[in-house]
């Protein structure tokens, strides 16, 4: 069965520090599908990113950063020069088997990141 | 991508009594879906909303206690049905237009609690 693994509970930084949110999934499908989605404490899940599994390119989008290492089944996310506003909790998760031409989530048990002034 | 919009966005209930969460879409999509999430937990998929049939529930969850409606393509309901303090999560509608080509986006959520 598909599972995502997020390791880190909990992280601090202090402001303008780098941070890497660690990701780790099983599964046996060959076409799959990762996402990263950030939860602010209002409460709201905000969509980040979604990596096929046939490209492991990494991607950058600001000070967002996305590391996809088939090899260890990993998809790392790297936040530079953090900021307070990026305080949340973020969600790593996987496509489990299309049904229906959709995608069924599992998510990993997120890291609650808190950026200190 | 589609506007979500869940209501209520909170909610305080005795035990014993039933609750409907409703998710309206601004444009039509294929799937819908249902999420709890408990506190300080990830999130776990209830079931996927059909239009026009019955919902496909996920293990550990029936159609008595989370009865589901999804009567168009831009709404669905979900009812938490006798409540007690277990049931204190968020929920959560999600969306999704067929065929993989955009990722599931989520509505804000229902803060639900139970005294």
């Known amino acids: 069965a598909q599972k995502v693994t997020q390791a880190q509970t909990e992280i601090s930084v202090v402001e303008k520090e780098d941070v890497t949110l660690d990701c780790v999934y099983e599964t046996r499908d060959t076409t799959y599908y990762l996402f990263w989605y950030k939860q602010p404490p209002s409460g709201e899940l905000v969509f980040l990113i979604r990596?096929?599994?046939?490209?492991?390119q990494n991607e950058i989008s600001g000070r967002y950063s996305w590391n996809f290492q088939k090899s260890t089944s990993s998809f790392n996310f790297t936040i530079t020069a953090s900021q307070v506003v990026d305080s949340a909790v973020y969600f790593c998760?996987?496509?489990?088997?299309?049904?229906?031409?959709?995608?069924?989530?599992?998510f990993g048990q997120g890291t609650r990141l808190t950026i200190n002034p | 991508s589609a506007v979500i919009s869940q209501k209520p966005s909170r909610d305080i209930c005795q035990r014993g009594t039933s609750l409907t969460i409703q998710c309206q879409v601004d444009s039509q999509v294929t799937m819908m879906f249902w999420y709890r999430q408990q506190p300080g937990q990830s999130l776990t998929l209830i079931a996927t909303a059909n239009q026009g049939s019955e919902a496909t529930y996920e293990s550990g969850f029936v159609i008595d206690k989370f009865p589901i409606s999804r009567p168009n393509l831009t709404f669905s309901t979900l009812t938490v049905s006798n409540m007690s303090p277990e049931d204190s999560s968020i929920y959560l509608c999600?969306?999704?237009?067929?065929?993989?080509?955009?990722?599931?986006?989520f509505g804000d959520g229902t803060r639900l609690s139970i005294l």
């Open positions: 999600s969306v999704e237009d067929g065929g993989g080509n955009q990722p599931q986006h």
């Open positions: 998760a996987l496509s489990e088997a299309i049904i229906q031409g959709a995608q069924k989530l599992v």
């Open positions: 990596r096929n599994s046939f490209d492991e």
